[in-house]
């Protein structure tokens, strides 16, 4: 190849300008590819003649390409999504009617489609059942992880009973039974206390699907065809069926199956003090029932383990994907959640001491 003209891929010096990709393709002694320019392909061939020849039948010798998904890798981090109707946390309920916030502090890079996340919820027009005794208060605040309002948004369902009834205590099925509401509280001489008085029904909350209520599956429901007996439902096909047997309680536990396939399965057990329902005719004590997931797997069979402290059940202390992927807790003397760690970063929190101990600082 001769002339000045870089057009042909060359100079004076007979070198590459910088913006041309140097290919080069050998076939046995005489023909040789000398440059690609950017842009639409021009292959000039020095064999004897300028000569324009079909290359896909040859065999070449190249330097490999790799290819990046830079919208996906880049991009994807970068990306702001838009403003929408939930940007302060706020969510409206178009089940219940009522208005929450849901923050979400902690997101784990995994693989695993499951929700491998730790967040806060709360209901500011949710019924106060903070018990009006000195000790129960005590001991409430270290089972309040994240002070009085905000509660940690884990898989669970949750439930207050009267502590003498079997579905409190376990002596009663609380799920192959069939029934989730416990007895009428028996007034001698006087027509009975209904439990409508005193309880507020089951709530389920799992991350990313939200919070529903938990009512008896009607006949005729679709349920999954995988010969399990199924109990209970929610309004958005949440299914409900039932463990024998809780890892660290009496009586049975709970299963729930989501509509894309995936089963969390509830089946630890925490408890705190809430205030009794009393009447003139009646005082009756009530405990709040949290039955918390200690796995989740989806239909693929990628799973999420959390893993809670003996001693203090509420503690989650860790949530581990199928992949290595992990969420650690840790909590300080007051009982409060102090650092979440994932990936190597740390999200610390602090509590105002005045209020009862709010979350003031994150």
Request: aromatic share 12%.
């Amino acid at each position: 190849m001769s002339g000045s003209d870089t057009a042909f891929g060359g100079n004076k010096d007979g070198l590459l300008p910088k913006r041309a990709c140097a290919v080069q393709f050998t076939l046995g002694a005489y023909m040789q590819i000398t440059s690609l320019r950017q842009g639409p392909a021009h292959i000039f061939l020095s064999f004897g003649v300028v000569a324009v020849l079909a290359f896909s039948s040859f065999s070449a010798t190249a330097q490999a390409t790799y290819y990046y998904d830079y919208p996906g890798t880049i991009n994807g981090k970068s990306k702001i999504e838009s403003l929408d109707d939930g940007l302060f946390g706020d969510e409206v309920s178009y089940i219940e009617g009522g208005v929450g916030f849901r923050v979400v502090d902690v997101v784990a890079n995994t693989s695993v489609k499951l929700p491998l996340q730790f967040g806060r919820t709360m209901d500011p027009f949710a019924d106060n059942l903070d018990s009006s005794d000195t000790q129960d208060r005590e001991a409430d605040k270290k089972i309040m992880i994240l002070g009085p309002r905000w509660k940690p948004d884990i898989p669970s369902i949750v439930g207050v009973y009267p502590t003498r009834d079997g579905l409190y205590t376990g002596a009663k099925p609380r799920c192959s039974g069939g029934t989730l509401s416990p007895l009428a509280i028996s007034i001698p001489s006087s027509p009975p206390i209904l439990p409508y008085n005193f309880w507020y029904g089951m709530t389920a909350n799992i991350p990313g699907h939200g919070k529903e209520k938990i009512w008896p599956l009607t006949p005729g429901s679709v349920v999954p065809s995988d010969n399990i007996t199924y109990k209970f439902s929610t309004v958005s096909n949440w299914r409900v069926s039932c463990l024998s047997s809780l890892k660290n309680g009496p009586g049975e536990g709970y299963v729930i199956a989501l509509p894309d396939g995936s089963r969390y399965f509830f089946d630890w057990l925490a408890l705190r003090n809430v205030s009794s329902f009393s009447t003139s005719l009646a005082t009756e004590a009530r405990k709040e029932m949290y039955f918390l997931a200690t796995k989740a797997i989806d239909k693929y069979g990628n799973s999420v383990i959390y893993e809670y402290d003996p001693v203090n059940p509420t503690h989650l202390t860790r949530m581990l994907a199928s992949d290595g992927a992990e969420i650690r807790l840790t909590y300080g003397a007051n009982g409060k959640l102090a650092e979440v760690v994932s990936g190597g970063r740390t999200w610390r929190y602090s509590y105002a001491t005045m209020g009862g101990g709010k979350i003031c600082n994150m």
